[in-house]
């Protein structure tokens, strides 16, 4: 019998596993005819009847709900319905704070940044961070014209409809509103709420949603605005894009006025000017938290005074004139089963524990990072211990588990009551699990200490580090080969077929020719098809040439992440120049060497990384093969167009007189010019201060122009 006419009730864990899997794609399917494209294939009695059939599995075998469940999508729109809209101003998100010296920290820097401010004069606002969706509403002449998600921060979905259904939101604002207004915050749906559509759900016999911030992104996302409006979503106001006019010079008076207009903010907002207070603000909240009808996550802390936070700007995410202080994130028991080694690009060994499934704060857990062989002793990074004597970590061990946001869940702590008897220490291994060669930790040699890092010996070799290279290269932040993905990566690699292997990443972009000449295809392989090889093809094919910055990054060069390599190639310009420049930095002296150093954000170990990759020949051979496949791009150097100083280097010293070193390089940097911290031939401007000694020396001797403070702020004001 096929599994799809098995009943409910006689399917086995596995058959049902499998059938969900399939409803989940079929119902998938209907549903972007029936709203996408408005073409059904069936009726929407068959549909009711696969929905149904799903509700009964999941109701039978609750442990096998998918995430991507029809009854998780809470009947929301798939990907792509809704126009887009590009949000004027981007909307950013926030850094995370997650302990008292971290919220000293912050403040501590937003004084340094702004320099010359009195202790305690520089009032922040502290309030809850909604656990909800952010969105943007923009009034034109004062009325509501469009209601837009985050989507990426720069482009969101148009939910306008649907945010009309929601009565805290108002239509129109008051006469004395500027003619252009957006106001951002966050759509939730209570907790209450979100008990009541659960409570219905059961008494119906259908699958029970698992959070009210799902939820009410889900509800948001209906193609039809009656089904949203029956969920009585919530809405506070917290921020603001684009604004014709503002109606007030701090954050606290525009919520202030937002309330005015007739928008819900949030009755827990607090000015503080002291840290203690702020923590103060921030311990009452946790204590609240638990009878607040409104998921919340953390407290926000913002800058209050908006002059200050023009001038605090951003960094490229995230302003530096707010932060999120984080609640402590969830914690749950659970055995450890197994401890599995994986090797990494890199060669890193790294430890993770197989545990017995438990739910954490709603996400079911089942691997959990142990870093490396000092964390699972319980020794941190700087050689403290992180946990009481004897509480490593061993198999059968149990353990108190912790996930945090969205990141990989950690074991915090040994429950030693609980060890089995019998149960050994823990040996980490001494040769690569994969390749055999031997695995060692680097002496650091600035330290002398042992790096925390179990590293495989075996470079080219070891078929872990080659297999996870082409896992990097082909990733979103570098080449983004669209139909790619680790499966595939895995498949090409291990194959023998010289049609089909592919052992380096140059092999990608020879993949089609050799197809062209042999009688294995592709396409007659289980799981590619004709019409996913030709899109493969040309997934690849658009990728013959590349962002500087990206082919840098995809090197996978130790030590080079997405960030260094924009500093690279928006340094370095083209690939040509900058390999060049590699190659002759190789003696860790001289001009090359000391201009890769002087780049502001590259640092010595880093540095060094680079120069190394570039002396190895097999390094060498692989890039020049990659090079007859693909052409880097040269990097644009402009960041602000029509800036004086776009493609200028500019050494700060002395002491400025009008702003911090860090401000001053800020601004120097948003407006296009690289910052140096010493001055050599290629420097163009030595901005000196009072006190300038011998970079100032050393500019007249290379005749580089130098300038006062007030000079400079001239230039930079065009
Ligand atoms: S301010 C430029 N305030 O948190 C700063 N965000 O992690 C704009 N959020 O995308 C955000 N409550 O969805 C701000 N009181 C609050 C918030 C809040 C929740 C969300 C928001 C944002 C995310 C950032």
């Known amino acids: ?52 059939r799903n509700d009964a599995i999941e109701a039978q075998f609750p442990q096998l709900v998918r995430t991507d469940s029809p009854s998780q999508r809470v009947g929301a729109a798939p990907a792509g319905i809704f126009a887009q809209v590009v949000h004027a101003r981007p909307m950013l998100s926030l850094d995370n704070t997650f302990s008292d010296e ?220 707010a932060t999120a202080h984080k609640f402590p994130a969830e914690q749950a028991f659970t055995t450890v089963e197994a401890i599995d080694i994986q090797v990494g690009r890199t060669g890193a060994l790294t430890p993770v524990a197989r545990l017995t499934p438990v739910t954490v704060g709603g996400v079911v857990v089942t691997n959990a990072t142990l870093h490396n062989a000092d964390y ?111 499966k595939q990566v895995d498949f090409f690699f291990e194959s023998e077929d010289p049609a089909l292997m592919i052992r380096t990443a140059p092999d990608i972009f020879t993949l089609k020719a050799r197809q062209d000449q042999s009688l294995t295809k592709l396409e007659n392989i289980e799981g590619f098809g004709r019409v996913s090889v030709r899109k493969l093809f040309e997934a690849i094919d658009a990728r013959r040439e590349i962002a500087l910055n990206r082919f840098i990054f995809a090197l996978g060069i130790r030590h080079v992440g997405e960030t260094t390599a924009k500093l690279l190639a928006r340094s370095y310009g083209s690939y040509g120049a900058f390999s060049e420049a590699m190659q002759a930095a190789g003696p860790k002296f001289g001009e090359a060497w000391n201009e890769l150093n002087n780049i502001e954000g590259i640092g010595e170990v880093v540095a060094a990384s680079i120069v190394e990759f570039f002396k190895e020949p097999r390094n060498l051979e692989v890039v020049q093969r990659l090079l007859d496949e693909v052409r880097p791009l040269d990097a644009e150097v402009a960041v602000t167009t029509g800036s004086p100083v776009v493609g200028k280097t500019v050494v700060f010293t002395g002491s400025l007189e009008r702003f911090t070193r860090d401000e001053a390089k800020a601004r120097a940097e948003s407006l296009g010019a690289k910052v140096a911290g010493s001055v050599s031939k290629k420097t163009d401007y030595v901005v000196a201060g009072p006190g300038a000694g011998s970079k100032l020396d050393k500019a007249r001797e290379l005749g580089v122009q130098v300038m006062t403070e007030d000079e400079w702020l001239d230039l930079i004001a065009g």
């Open 376 to 486: 699972i002793e319980g020794i941190g990074n700087s050689g403290q211990r992180i946990r009481d004597e004897e509480h490593d970590i061993r198999i059968g061990d149990t353990v108190i588990v912790q996930r945090a946001g969205d990141v990989i869940p950690q074991v915090l702590d040994v429950v030693l009551e609980k060890r089995p008897e019998g149960a050994a220490k823990y040996v980490f291994p001494t040769k690569c699990p994969v390749c055999g060669s031997h695995a060692v930790r680097e002496k650091n040699e600035k330290t002398g200490k042992l790096d925390s890092v179990t590293r495989c010996t075996g470079g080219f070799v070891c078929r872990a580090q080659a297999v996870e290279h082409i896992k990097h290269f082909v990733s979103r932040n570098a080449f983004d080969i669209e139909g790619l993905g680790t």
């Open 102 to 321: 971290d919220v000293q920290d912050f403040v501590s820097s937003v004084y340094r940044f702004l320099g010359q401010m009195p202790d305690n004069s520089i009032a922040f606002t502290a309030e809850p961070k909604i656990d909800g969706l952010s969105m943007s509403l923009r009034y034109e002449s004062r009325k509501l014209v469009t209601a837009a998600t985050r989507g990426d921060g720069t482009t969101g979905e148009n939910v306008t409809a649907n945010i009309r259904t929601i009565r805290e939101i108002p239509q129109e604002l008051p006469a004395d509103a500027p003619d252009i207004v957006e106001v951002r915050g966050e759509v939730y749906m209570a907790k209450s709420d979100f008990m009541a559509l659960n409570a219905q759900m059961e008494a119906e016999g259908r699958q029970t949603y698992v959070n009210p911030r799902n939820t009410a992104s889900g509800s948001l996302r209906q193609v039809d605005p009656k089904v949203t409006a029956s969920r009585n979503l919530r809405f506070y106001a917290y921020a603001w894009g684009e604004m014709s006019q503002m109606p007030s010079d701090t954050q606290w008076g525009m919520v202030q006025v937002f309330e005015r207009w007739g928008f819900p903010v949030n009755p827990l907002t607090r000015r503080l000017t002291s840290v203690a207070e702020i923590i103060g603000h921030y311990s009452d909240i946790g204590l609240k938290r638990a009878d607040l009808d409104y998921d919340i996550d953390g407290v926000v802390y913002k800058v209050d005074r908006l002059d200050l936070q023009a001038r605090l700007g951003f960094r490229s995410r995230s302003p530096r004139w």
């Open 1 to 52: 019998m096929a599994v799809d006419t098995i009943p409910v009730e006689t399917l086995s864990e596995e058959q049902a596993k499998a059938e969900l899997q399939r409803l989940a794609a079929e119902i998938a399917h209907h549903d972007a005819l029936y709203h996408g494209k408005d073409q059904p294939e069936i009726t929407d009695a068959d549909y009711d009847e696969l929905k149904r």
